[in-house]
């Protein structure tokens, strides 16, 4: 465990050069809460509540889900495996007595402690900027189901970085699953506009899908709502993180041997 | 271990010598007297708190080798160590590769086109062409059978024509490579050296140099003839 703990460490002492991204990083938080400002504003007007949300509640929500979208920083992971494998460098990773997915979701939980600080203060900045009267739930055991549902959709999202990396073994070009990934997750997840404003069909089938659990379910629930989904919730993307794991397992097993690192 | 680069760019050599401590689970009292002993052998004490991305490819190459070589390893894999570097950096990851194989008795496992890094490293040869192995021995007497001639360099005070008549009776396989009235270069069966010489000294040059055969022409002999005699 010591040597993930490392990993982490390093990758965070890492970002500590790259500072004029995290300043881009906490800036990028506002567009997304700036759109919802004007958006929401014009559709609430007079109305007083929306679909069960309040204007607030809905902002609320919008910086809750924001605040965990730029959390996610997955896709460093498919990123490097893919051209570590296309340029014949992956075998940097293998030679290491360290397994290689923990090594990755350790350099991804390393980058993400670094960038949770200051993402924190960014959604502070917007609450009192926008004048926001925050929603957030006082439940505890709802507020300790949703980091719980937080942390494993992370590990899914790393975990399906993971796999769609390893698929360069297999093929030339990833960029297409990657960017089907990119908007199945922008889409899905929540983070454009609250699922539950979608038709109640569309919403009970991506409750079976992970995605659904990654932003927009932790988000309903630190605002106090879908408090009875939050252990079905755990469940299942529990259960996705394990269905993952074992396809992960095989897909590496299959593949490995196709790996090229000559002439480097 | 194959030596493809380590290190994080971002941070200083340090920083990626702490990380493989923990991940090859070195302690402390081994990790400071194997990092101490390699920092004084490649005398790199100056740039162990520097940007790696400040490091030129020479020292890089050192501070990748401490890399590798922190948790003692009994076996490398080096391919081209020396590939990009200038001679002076060249010839000091050779001697260090030499200490190390010496001292610690690690075994190297050295790809290479440099035959100066063959030479200088390698007591034992394989020779490998088109995935088959066409010599496995030792290096002195790769380079002893493959090495054939050698190379002749004569200069003259005065305008000086080498008798072809009288030359002739010891001219089988020699080359002439350069002619001019003052300068002559040869190239020499290496079993005929003495033998020429004497005659050749009878026509007084003023100097005389006597080279081994370019190592690029052994190499290419190798491969052309060495799949037959050792196949």
Not at chain 1, 59 to 80: G, K, P, R, V
Not at chain 2, 34 to 45: A, I, R
Not at chain 2, 193 to 212: A, G, K
């Amino acid at each position: 465990m010591r040597k993930y703990i490392e990993i982490a460490k390093i990758y965070i002492k890492a970002q500590l050069i790259w500072r004029a991204d995290v300043v881009l990083n906490m800036v990028f938080t506002v567009t997304k809460i700036l759109f919802a400002y004007l958006l929401w504003g014009a559709i609430f007007g007079s109305k007083a509540e929306v679909a069960g949300f309040t204007f607030h509640s809905m902002l609320s929500y919008y910086i809750i889900s924001a605040f965990l979208n730029q959390l996610d920083m997955s896709s460093l992971i498919s990123n490097e495996i893919s051209t570590r494998i296309r340029n014949g460098t992956f075998s940097k990773y293998m030679i290491l007595p360290v397994s290689i997915e923990k090594y990755f979701v350790a350099m991804e939980s390393g980058v993400v402690t670094f960038y949770l600080a200051f993402d924190f203060i960014a959604a502070i900045v917007w609450i009192f900027l926008f004048q926001i009267k925050f929603v957030f739930t006082t439940n505890l055991a709802t507020i300790a189901c949703a980091i719980l549902i937080i942390l494993l959709g992370l590990l899914f999202m790393a975990q399906l970085n993971y796999y769609l990396g390893l698929l360069t073994l297999k093929y030339q070009e990833i960029g297409t699953f990657l960017m089907i990934k990119n908007n199945i997750v922008a889409f899905v997840t929540g983070s454009i506009v609250p699922l539950v404003l979608l038709p109640g069909a569309f919403v009970s089938i991506m409750k079976l899908f992970p995605f659904y659990y990654v932003t927009y379910l932790p988000s309903m629930l630190l605002i106090g709502r879908f408090q009875n989904e939050r252990i079905i919730g755990l469940i299942v993307i529990f259960a996705w993180c394990v269905i993952l794991q074992i396809v992960i397992q095989v897909t590496w097993g299959k593949y490995r041997r196709k790996y090229d690192g000559v002439g480097i | 271990m194959e030596l493809v680069s380590q290190l994080f760019f971002e941070l200083t050599v340090e920083d990626t010598l702490r990380l493989f401590k923990e991940i090859y689970g070195i302690p402390e009292e081994e990790y400071q007297n194997t990092k101490n002993y390699f920092v004084n052998l490649f005398d790199v004490k100056d740039l162990m708190n520097v940007q790696v991305r400040t490091l030129s490819l020479g020292e890089r190459m050192k501070m990748e080798l401490i890399v590798a070589l922190l948790h003692n390893p009994q076996i490398i894999f080096l391919d081209e160590p020396t590939i990009g570097l200038d001679a002076v950096a060249s010839k000091q990851i050779r001697s260090f590769l030499k200490a190390i194989n010496e001292e610690k008795g690690t075994t190297i496992v050295l790809t290479s086109h440099y035959m100066e890094d063959i030479k200088a490293l390698c007591k034992r040869t394989i020779v490998i062409n088109h995935g088959c192995k066409i010599y496995d021995g030792d290096t002195e007497e790769l380079f002893e059978k493959y090495q054939k001639n050698k190379k002749i360099t004569l200069t003259f005070e005065t305008a000086t024509e080498l008798p072809q008549l009288e030359f002739s009776e010891l001219d089988v396989g020699i080359v002439i490579l350069e002619e001019t009235p003052y300068k002559k270069v040869m190239m020499i069966p290496k079993e005929r050296t003495s033998e020429i010489l004497r005659n050749l000294m009878e026509f007084s040059p003023s100097d005389i140099s006597v080279e081994e055969e370019e190592i690029g022409t052994v190499v290419e002999r190798i491969y052309m003839e060495g799949g037959q005699t050792f196949a």
